[in-house]
């Protein structure tokens, strides 16, 4: 079976959809506005971790009084101009940090010139099993380059095209400037790039399994207005394991679980024992930060690394701020190697949010929970309330 059809869209558009849009700069930008008017869409979640004004590329429409704010606040704010039904969920952080049940939905849709956050976002459309849209613009000839991927363990990702070139994927994408630098794009670059990436999130809604779809580039040459239609292939010595996960729910807050809580829902009726431990993927825990101005290393509690907040990045004595070495994180959190006052934490206070996805490892095998809120029961379910005391 294909990863075409493992995956299927609902007959006839996709009503009540939900897409998923990273980056909201140059590309970005034309992007919100043609999703904001595809028939059928209700919620769009936008994610971006700049302000106006930040860097070389200018989005599209960037007054002065705009300067300063999220970018994800601005384009959601004219997506509802556009159309006023629309549901915007705005995420004012960087992809690599944001919780991984918060990128689900029914197309993620790419226009970020980091490789990082191409990399955070290839990851997390697989283990949802979303298909996902790359859209990229050139400085270099006046190519727009758009492809689409479909999960599953047979279908081409990102990282395959890298192995077949024979080396890893760059920090930052060739296609576009470096910080500081003018951006050269091709007149009109953006607005194209904006209208392939929302056709094939139509055909990604639309689909129903009668035709393959995704894993194959669309590259416009647009000097020279050649289109050319190319599929990807899958490549054998790929090292991402190509996975899509069983995640299952766990209906508490991340504000009242505690890890030895968190691993009891996969332990069961086994018990715990030294070889449990949970993870993040892409995420790391850490327990010291350095300041290389004065050479202070602080030793705090257990905490994700990317996540540590800004007053407790400040270095007690010179207050500059503080990061933390690689060498002083890790990646999975092992119950025997907590503390007592550890295991009393809570998730929350390692740095853990609700639909943050979490990974239990033990001796008998994997599982992937995501935390999530418990709903509130309806006003007729709620518990009648006790009758007063008679005094």
């Known amino acids: 079976m294909s ?8 007959v006839g558009g996709g009503e009540g959809a939900s897409l998923v849009v990273v980056g909201a700069g140059g590309l970005g930008a ?13 919620t769009i979640v936008l994610v971006d971790h700049a302000c106006c004004g930040e860097g070389a590329a200018p989005h599209r429409g960037a ?3 705009e300067s300063g704010r999220p970018k994800v606040e601005v384009q959601a704010r004219r997506a509802r101009r556009i159309n006023p039904q629309l549901e915007i969920d705005p995420i004012h952080a960087r992809v690599e940090t944001v919780p991984l ?3 689900r939905g029914r197309v993620i849709l790419a226009a970020v010139d980091s490789a990082a956050a191409r990399r955070r976002v290839n990851q997390a459309a697989w283990r949802l099993g979303i298909p996902w849209i790359d859209g990229r613009v050139s400085r270099r000839g006046g190519k727009v380059s758009v492809r689409s991927y479909v999960p599953g363990p047979d279908a081409p990702c990102l990282e395959c095209a890298a192995e077949a070139a024979g080396h890893d994927v760059p920090r930052r994408s060739t296609d576009t400037a470096a910080k500081g630098e003018p ?6 670059g953006r607005a194209v790039a904006a209208g392939l990436m929302a056709a094939e999130s139509m055909r990604l809604l639309e689909a129903n399994g009668e035709y393959a779809i995704g894993g194959r580039q669309v590259l416009i040459e647009l000097r020279r207005h050649v289109l050319h239609a190319t599929p990807l292939e899958r490549n054998e010595r790929c090292r991402f394991d190509h996975a899509v ?13 505690t890890p030895a809580q968190a691993i009891r829902a996969a332990a069961g009726g086994q018990g715990l024992c030294p ?6 993927e892409g995420l790391t825990f850490a327990r010291r930060q350095y300041c290389a101005t004065c050479r202070t290393v602080t030793s705090d509690s257990i905490h994700i690394a990317q996540r540590i907040p800004w007053r407790s990045r400040q270095c007690p004595t010179c207050g500059r701020p503080m990061q933390v070495r690689r060498r002083d994180t890790f990646e999975a959190l092992a119950l025997s190697a907590l503390k007592k006052p550890e295991r009393r934490r809570t998730l929350h206070s390692m740095g853990l949010r609700e639909a943050d996805v979490y990974t239990v490892e033990g001796p008998h095998g994997t599982w992937h929970y995501e935390l999530r809120r418990r709903p509130r029961p309806a006003a007729n379910e709620r518990r009648p309330p006790r009758p007063a005391t008679p005094t």
């Open 275 to 280: 070889g449990w431990s949970m993870r993040l």
């Open 30 to 42: 034309p992007l919100i506005a043609e999703m904001a008017q595809l028939p059928g869409v209700q």
């Open 245 to 257: 996960w069983s995640i299952e729910p766990v209906a508490q807050s991340p504000t009242k679980l």
């Open 3 to 10: 990863s075409a059809d493992k995956w299927r869209g609902p």
């Open 101 to 103: 049940g918060r990128l």
């Open 63 to 65: 007054v002065r009084r």
């Open 183 to 188: 951006i050269q794009a091709a007149p009109g």
